[in-house]
């Protein structure tokens, strides 16, 4: 047991680290080998909020922040797929209870209360920070769907579109039609190479 402040931090940054090893489950259910951690999603999903904040007027850092620590609680109930939820009697309450017990375990501060407002925040959802930063989330999951595409071939449109209708803001809304306009006009695949700019300078 952690027998000082810094010891408590220690032990839930090691915590935190389980994200880098859970595996997106939807994405095994749609046939995916080798599917992203949770902590690979969270960090394109972040800076995909500090974006779509910047241009709806919302607080940036704020947004990005939220998308950081939205899916912590996972290190404690697992990530749970759409079928998965169907049968979960209330996650929305399992998360919450998860995010205050882990809180708990971090030590009494500045800190502290900074994340726990997070974690009140993105669950409200009712932000501008917020509202971004769940447009990050599905916005990096229609992304990651079609780059799957390019690594077998799955279920990746029907990811790609039920992410782009959950979109709310306009700017979010904006750069889901981009996605899609570039993946029904096949210019999707130029992404894939995307290095090939750096090298022509």
């Given at each position: ?8 931090v ?23 080998k ?6 690979d ?19 940036p ?19 749970a ?53 769940r ?28 992410n ?38």
């Amino acid at each position: 047991m952690p027998q000082n402040k810094e010891e408590k931090v220690l032990q839930w940054a090691v915590e935190a680290g389980l994200l880098k090893r859970l595996k997106r489950t939807g994405w095994w259910c749609s046939g995916i080998k080798d599917p992203e951690s949770v902590a690979d999603h969270s960090h394109r999903m972040s800076l995909l909020a500090f974006s779509i904040a910047a241009e709806e007027g919302a607080d940036p850092f704020r947004a990005a922040a939220l998308g950081v620590f939205h899916d912590l609680p996972e290190t404690r109930i697992g990530d749970a797929h759409a079928v998965v939820k169907r049968y979960w009697k209330d996650l929305a309450a399992d998360e919450d209870r998860a995010r205050v017990e882990q809180n708990a375990t971090l030590p009494e501060g500045r800190g502290r209360r900074l994340i726990e407002a997070l974690g009140r925040e993105w669950a409200a959802g009712k932000s501008p920070e917020a509202r971004s930063a769940r447009d990050a989330d599905y916005l990096e999951c229609a992304v990651q769907s079609l780059e799957y595409l390019w690594q077998e071939k799955t279920v990746a449109r029907e990811w790609m579109d039920s992410n782009i209708k959950r979109l709310r803001t306009k700017t979010g809304k904006r750069l889901g039609e981009a996605l899609r306009r570039l993946f029904e006009t096949g210019r999707w695949e130029d992404f894939r190479t995307w290095w090939k700019a750096i090298y022509k300078r």
